[in-house]
Structures are given as C-alpha cells and as structure tokens.
C-alpha cells in the first residue's frame, strides 16, 4: 500500500524566503506526482504535475522535482509572498488509486 | 471553461439518515474521483469512475457508494450516517482515468461539506 509523507507538517517563513516543502513516499512504481494549494474551507488547487518520465516541472515562482528512485519529490517555492500562505498536499497515483500526503501548513508572514 | 461543480456546498443530517452528493466535471473529462477529507486522516480515496464504471474503491464500508451517468456527472450516497461521516467530500476530474499510463491533471470541486449531528 503506498504510503506518502510530508514534512514538515508546519512551516512559518518571513515574506521572501525561498522554501522547500518535501513529499516521500514508499512504492516508486508511481504514474504520475501531483502538488496543490489548499485554502482553508476550500477545494484543491492544481499546481504541478510531474509524470512518472518526468524529473521536474515549474510554473512561475513554482518549481517541483521527482526522484522516483528514492521515493521523494521536492516543492521550491522562490520568493515567498503572503499569498502563498495555505497548506500544501502532495498525491501519489499508483496502481488504480491516488494516495495524498497529509500536508504541509505554511504561514508567510509580512 | 467552467470548473468541477459540486453540490450541495453545505449540508446537514442526522445519524441514520442517507445523503446523496453531486459532482459535474469538466466538459469533456470521464473521470471523476471521490475523496473525504478529515481533520484526523486527511485526505482518503473513496472510488473513481470512468465511462459509468467503477474503477477503484477505497478503504471504506459498504455505507459508502457512488455511480456516473453518460453525461459523466457523478453522485456518491452514504447510507445510514454516522457521526464519523462528518468531513469535506471533495471530488475531482481528469480526462484519463487511473492506471491508464500518466493520468491525466486532477481538477478538484470546492466540496460539500457534510455535518453528522
């Protein structure tokens, strides 16, 4: 069963500093690694996908790895802003199911 | 291009009673995946759907059950609540289905948030 983990579970950071959130998880025979921003009360925001083939993707200030080997994937968030503050949830889709981490809250203060 | 739409947004039962949750994806996509989201386990897989089948089911009793239309708008029923059942019911869509080779992008609805009293 895959299991995912993210640490840290929370994170407070001075508006910008850069930031690494980090996702691992115990089956590499993954198809795909997903990142979203959730708000509070909200549903989830899509913010990167990586395939299985893929080693990173970036969107703006936004820029994720996955290593399959070692089971880990990386979120750098560059230049932090206020508005980045929410909790970040990365999932796993392997065999027929996807499987979430529990998250890390971040809070970027002014 | 309009988003994934769940309804109801909010909603409020009683032990015992049943509760029917709607999900339209986005235009075009087949697949439609069901999550719960608690405090305490976080996000659980409930069970997707792709072309009005189910393809995968998680970890939950048989209280729990769902089906897609051919239009592929989705509904998931809890029979018989508990308070346990209480959570955000979240769901999401993608244009390929899992396990079909690097699924496609999850688009996820705002949720119908379900209290159990």
């Known amino acids: 069963k895959q299991e995912v983990t993210q640490i840290p579970a929370a994170l407070s950071v001075p508006e910008g500093e850069n930031l690494v959130l980090n996702c691992s998880f115990t089956?590499?025979?993954?198809?795909?690694l997903q990142w979203f921003r959730q708000d509070p009360g909200k549903g989830l925001t899509s913010l990167l996908l990586?395939?299985?083939?893929?080693r990173e993707q970036t969107s703006g200030r936004l820029n994720a790895s996955l290593d399959k080997s070692s089971g880990r994937s990386t979120l750098y968030i560059a230049a932090s802003q206020p508005g980045d503050s929410a909790t970040y949830l990365c999932?796993?889709?392997?065999?027929?199911?996807?499987?979430f981490g529990k998250g890390t809250s971040l809070l970027v203060t002014p | 291009k309009a988003g994934v739409t769940q309804t109801p947004r909010y909603l409020i039962k009683t032990r015992g009673q049943q509760v029917t949750l709607s999900c339209s994806p986005i235009?075009?996509?087949?697949?439609v995946s069901w999550y719960q989201q608690t405090p305490g386990q976080g996000l659980q897989f409930l069970f997707e759907?792709?072309?009005?089948?189910?393809?995968n089911k998680g970890n939950f009793p048989g209280r729990f059950s769902g089906r897609q239309f051919s239009n592929s708008r989705s509904e998931m029923n809890v029979s018989t609540l508990e308070l346990g059942d209480s959570a955000l019911y979240l769901c999401?869509?993608?244009?390929?289905?899992f396990g079909q080779g690097g699924s496609g992008e999850l688009f996820f609805g705002e949720g119908s948030r379900l209290t159990v009293l």
């Open positions: 999401a869509s993608s244009s390929h289905n």
């Open positions: 089956d590499s025979a993954i198809y795909n």
């Open positions: 990586i395939q299985s083939s893929q």
């Open positions: 999932a796993v889709v392997s065999g027929y199911a996807l499987n």
């Open positions: 235009s075009g996509h087949r697949s």
């Open positions: 759907y792709f072309s009005e089948t189910q393809r």
